[in-house]
Structure formats: structure tokens, C-alpha cells
């Protein structure tokens, strides 16, 4: 159930709107953005088996400092709808309970082109 697009053409106040559902045993999934898979303005990664959402960047294939949120509003074998808004400084993620998760665009990107889906995340509806 992995997804990967290449030529997203994703900007400071677009918002992308994501659908879909985390099957019953799934360990956790992540949405991933930036220029490629080794390069990721934001990494986005509700972990089940420890009740948080890891959120981080990679620059050449190298992780940075992760940020660590305990509020935790996904369930196995549920729909969900969440909000991700890219700014000119941060992203913010719109969680299905109204929470927001704020992480800082670490790499100042205008632009991001590449956005991938990992794990256990059926989607649904996708939209910029």
C-alpha cells in the first residue's frame, strides 16, 4: 500500500489533504515530503507500538533530531482525514481531533516535489 509521486508542486499555504485507512495490525506508516527519499524537509510517522507520532527530516540520506509527540489520535482499523500545510518556515499537521503538530521547515524549501506514503496507511482521497 505504499505510494511515492515525484512531481508534486507543493508551496508555502498549500495544504495537503489526506483520506484513508490504518488497518487493524499495522505497526505505524509515515508521510514523507520533500526533493526524494534521501533528502525529506518533513517526516511524519505515527507509531503505534509506542503511542507517538515521530516527526523528523533527513538531509543526504542522514536523519536529524527527531521530535517526539505523545498525542497519539490514530486507531488501528479506523478511517482518517488529517491536514498537512506546508508554511513558509514549518509545517503544520491538522490531526483528525483538531490537534496540531508544528515542525520547522529545517532546510528553508520553497518547494516540495517529492511525497511519499509508507506502511500501514490505505489511501482513500489525496489532495493539494
Not at 500500500?1 to 507543493?10: K, P, R, T, V
Request: with cysteine; glycine share 8%.
Amino acid at each position: 500500500g505504499n505510494l511515492e509521486i515525484l512531481n508534486l508542486d507543493m508551496k508555502p499555504g498549500n495544504t495537503l489533504k489526506l483520506k484513508g485507512k490504518i488497518p487493524s495490525d499495522t505497526v505505524g506508516f509515515s508521510i514523507n515530503l520533500g526533493c526524494s527519499l534521501k533528502d525529506l524537509a518533513f517526516h511524519f510517522n505515527p507509531r503505534f507500538n509506542e503511542s507517538v507520532i515521530v516527526c523528523n527530516s533527513k538531509r543526504s540520506d542522514v536523519w536529524q533530531t527527531e521530535h517526539r509527540d505523545s498525542h497519539l489520535p490514530f486507531f488501528r482499523g479506523s478511517t482518517v482525514k488529517f491536514f498537512t500545510e506546508m508554511l513558509a518556515d514549518k509545517f503544520r499537521v491538522k490531526l483528525p481531533d483538531g490537534h496540531e503538530v508544528y515542525f520547522p521547515n529545517r532546510h528553508n524549501y520553497h518547494k516540495i516535489n517529492y511525497v511519499s506514503i509508507l506502511g500501514g496507511f490505505k489511501m482513500i482521497s489525496f489532495r493539494l
